[in-house]
C-alpha cells in the first residue's frame, strides 16, 4: 500500500518503493514517482486511489516538488529529462476497497476503520489532521487535598520535526489553583479497537502521562476508562509514595470501582531516553466484530501479563494523549521545575464506530465484511 499526505482537492506527487516491480522495470537506486488527485481525505495519512500515474526515475536526493496542476493528469513534458520509461501502475488494494481491517498479528481482529500518522514527519500542527486539542478543559484528576486542577493549554502542544507530538508540562506556580497542562483527543469517536503509538516520556518530575480510551458522553465523569499512566516520578525506580513501573487502571461506569496494576518496565529499558510502543486492545462486550475479550495492553509488541481482568470500557469512548500535574505528592508531585515534555512519534489505529454516544450503543453497521477486507499488522505501519 502506497500512501500520501494530501489535502482535499488537491494534487500531489510523491516517491515510492512498490512492493512488487511495475511491468519489470528496474533501475538500482530508482525511485518511483507518481500522482493522483486527492478527492477527500479523513486521516492525516491515505491510501492512493487504484489507478496512478507513475513514472521511473533515477535516484534523487529530495523529493520532486510539483507544478501548478490542473484536474487533469500529470503531461509527461512536466517531469524532468530524466525521465526513463513510462508505466502504469495498479496498486493491488487501495483504501476505497478496503472494507474493514483484518489484523493479522493480533489473532485477526476485524475493525472497520483505519487512522496512521508519523507525527514526525509533520511540519507543523496545521497539518495535524484528525485530533483535538485541548484547551480550557480539565485534563487530569484533581488534588482532592489543594483542589488544584490540570487545565489544558493548547500552547503547550507542538509539533517537533523528527520527534513528534510534544506535550508540555511548563515549570509554574505550585500554588497555582489552575496548572497548565497538555491534551490531544481523536476526534473520531471509538468503540474498540487497537491503539498502537510509540512515545519517549519525560522523567522531569512531576508529571504524569496518560494514554487512555475514555467515555465520550461526559455525564459519566471520569468513569469508563482504559488506562495506562507513568508517573515521572517512579518510572525506574520506586517514589516515597509509589511502587516504579506503569500502572494500569480500568474504572467501572456505574460505581467508581477499579481494577489496577503496575507493572514495572523491563530490564535495559529507559523510557525517557528512547522511543517504547505502546497499546491498547479493545474488544467491547457489546461488539459484533470480535469476541469480547479483556483490555489488553502491550509494551514494546509485547502483552504485558498484568493487564486489568475486569472492567473492561462498554460506552463509546475516545482516545487520549495527555501529561498533567495536580501537584499531589501522592501522584505526579510537581509541578515540574523545569518544562517536561513528552513525545509521541506516531500513532496507529483501527476501530469501529458507535452507532450512538450512550448507554446500549453498538457498532455502526457498514454494509460489507471480513471477506472485502484488507490484512495489516499493527506496528508495521509505513506512513
Same mark, same amino acid.
Given at each position: 500500500?502506497?500512501?500520501?499526505?494530501?489535502?482535499?482537492?488537491?494534487?500531489?506527487?510523491?516517491?515510492?518503493?512498490? +512492493?512488487?516491480?511495475?511491468?519489470? +522495470?528496474?533501475?538500482?537506486?530508482?525511485?518511483?514517482?507518481?500522482?493522483?488527485?486527492?478527492?477527500?481525505?479523513?486521516?492525516?495519512?491515505?491510501?492512493?486511489?487504484? #489507478?496512478?500515474?507513475?513514472?521511473? /526515475?533515477?535516484?534523487?536526493?529530495? /523529493?520532486?516538488?510539483?507544478?501548478?496542476?490542473?484536474?487533469?493528469?500529470?503531461?509527461?513534458?512536466?517531469?524532468?529529462?530524466?525521465?526513463?520509461?513510462?508505466?502504469?501502475?495498479?496498486?493491488?488494494?487501495?483504501?476505497?476497497?478496503?472494507?474493514?481491517?483484518?489484523?493479522?498479528?493480533?489473532?485477526?481482529?476485524?475493525?472497520?476503520?483505519?487512522?496512521?500518522?508519523?507525527?514526525?514527519?509533520?511540519?507543523?500542527?496545521?497539518?495535524?489532521?484528525?485530533?483535538?486539542?485541548?484547551?480550557?478543559?480539565?485534563?487530569?484528576?484533581?488534588?482532592?487535598?489543594? /483542589?488544584?486542577?490540570?487545565?489544558?493549554?493548547?500552547?503547550?502542544?507542538?509539533?517537533?520535526?523528527?520527534?513528534?507530538?510534544?506535550?508540555?508540562?511548563?515549570?509554574?506556580?505550585?500554588?497555582? #489553583?489552575? /496548572?497548565?497542562?497538555?491534551?490531544?483527543?481523536?476526534?473520531?469517536?471509538?468503540?474498540?479497537?487497537?491503539?498502537?503509538?510509540?512515545?519517549?516520556?519525560?522523567?522531569?518530575?512531576?508529571?504524569?502521562?496518560?494514554?487512555?480510551?475514555?467515555?465520550?458522553?461526559?455525564?459519566?465523569?471520569?468513569?469508563? +476508562?482504559?488506562?495506562?499512566?507513568?508517573?515521572?516520578?517512579?518510572?525506574?525506580?520506586?517514589?516515597?509514595?509509589?511502587?516504579?513501573?506503569?500502572?494500569?487502571?480500568?474504572?467501572?461506569?456505574?460505581?467508581?470501582?477499579?481494577?489496577?496494576?503496575?507493572?514495572?518496565?523491563?530490564?535495559?529499558?529507559?523510557?525517557?531516553?528512547?522511543?517504547?510502543?505502546?497499546?491498547?486492545?479493545?474488544?467491547?462486550?457489546?461488539?459484533?466484530?470480535?469476541?469480547?475479550?479483556?483490555?489488553?495492553?502491550?509494551?514494546?509488541?509485547?502483552?504485558?501479563?498484568?493487564?486489568?481482568?475486569?472492567?473492561?470500557?462498554?460506552?463509546?469512548?475516545?482516545?487520549?494523549?495527555?501529561?498533567?500535574?495536580?501537584?499531589?505528592?501522592?501522584?505526579?508531585?510537581?509541578?515540574?521545575?523545569?518544562?517536561?515534555?513528552?513525545?509521541?512519534?506516531?500513532?496507529?489505529?483501527?476501530?469501529?464506530?458507535?452507532?450512538?454516544?450512550?448507554?446500549?450503543?453498538?457498532?455502526?453497521?457498514?454494509?460489507?465484511?471480513?471477506?472485502?477486507?484488507?490484512?495489516?499488522?499493527?506496528?508495521?505501519?509505513?506512513?
Amino acid at each position: 500500500m502506497i500512501k500520501v499526505h494530501a489535502s482535499q482537492g488537491q494534487w500531489r506527487v510523491w516517491q515510492a518503493r512498490p +512492493e512488487k516491480e511495475a511491468q519489470g +522495470e528496474t533501475m538500482k537506486g530508482s525511485h518511483l514517482f507518481c500522482m493522483d488527485y486527492i478527492t477527500s481525505t479523513a486521516a492525516s495519512s491515505i491510501a492512493v486511489p487504484g #489507478k496512478s500515474q507513475c513514472q521511473w /526515475l533515477p535516484p534523487l536526493n529530495m /523529493l520532486m516538488k510539483p507544478p501548478h496542476l490542473s484536474h487533469a493528469f500529470l503531461q509527461l513534458s512536466l517531469l524532468p529529462s530524466l525521465l526513463v520509461a513510462a508505466v502504469s501502475v495498479t496498486l493491488e488494494q487501495t483504501e476505497d476497497s478496503c472494507c474493514g481491517y483484518i489484523i493479522t498479528n493480533r489473532n485477526n481482529a476485524y475493525f472497520s476503520y483505519e487512522y496512521v500518522v508519523d507525527f514526525s514527519k509533520l511540519d507543523g500542527l496545521e497539518a495535524l489532521t484528525g485530533w483535538n486539542v485541548s484547551d480550557g478543559v480539565r485534563a487530569g484528576g484533581q488534588n482532592l487535598f489543594t /483542589l488544584q486542577v490540570p487545565m489544558a493549554s493548547a500552547g503547550n502542544v507542538a509539533i517537533v520535526k523528527g520527534e513528534g507530538l510534544a506535550l508540555k508540562v511548563p515549570a509554574q506556580d505550585e500554588h497555582a #489553583k489552575e /496548572l497548565k497542562v497538555a491534551e490531544v483527543v481523536f476526534a473520531e469517536p471509538i468503540f474498540g479497537g487497537l491503539f498502537f503509538s510509540k512515545i519517549k516520556l519525560s522523567d522531569t518530575f512531576g508529571t504524569c502521562a496518560g494514554i487512555f480510551t475514555s467515555a465520550a458522553n461526559r455525564s459519566l465523569g471520569w468513569n469508563d +476508562e482504559q488506562d495506562i499512566e507513568m508517573l515521572s516520578g517512579s518510572l525506574l525506580m520506586p517514589s516515597d509514595t509509589q511502587p516504579a513501573g506503569f500502572h494500569m487502571i480500568n474504572w467501572e461506569p456505574d460505581t467508581g470501582a477499579k481494577a489496577n496494576s503496575i507493572s514495572p518496565f523491563p530490564p535495559n529499558v529507559h523510557p525517557s531516553e528512547r522511543y517504547n510502543s505502546w497499546e491498547i486492545g479493545w474488544f467491547p462486550e457489546n461488539s459484533t466484530s470480535n469476541t469480547p475479550a479483556n483490555t489488553q495492553i502491550r509494551f514494546n509488541k509485547e502483552p504485558v501479563t498484568n493487564s486489568p481482568r475486569k472492567f473492561p470500557s462498554t460506552h463509546p469512548s475516545v482516545f487520549i494523549f495527555n501529561l498533567w500535574t495536580n501537584a499531589d505528592s501522592a501522584w505526579s508531585g510537581g509541578p515540574p521545575s523545569k518544562d517536561a515534555v513528552m513525545y509521541v512519534k506516531n500513532f496507529a489505529a483501527y476501530y469501529d464506530k458507535p452507532d450512538g454516544i450512550f448507554e446500549g450503543s453498538g457498532v455502526a453497521k457498514r454494509t460489507c465484511d471480513r471477506a472485502q477486507a484488507c490484512k495489516r499488522k499493527i506496528g508495521c505501519e509505513r506512513s
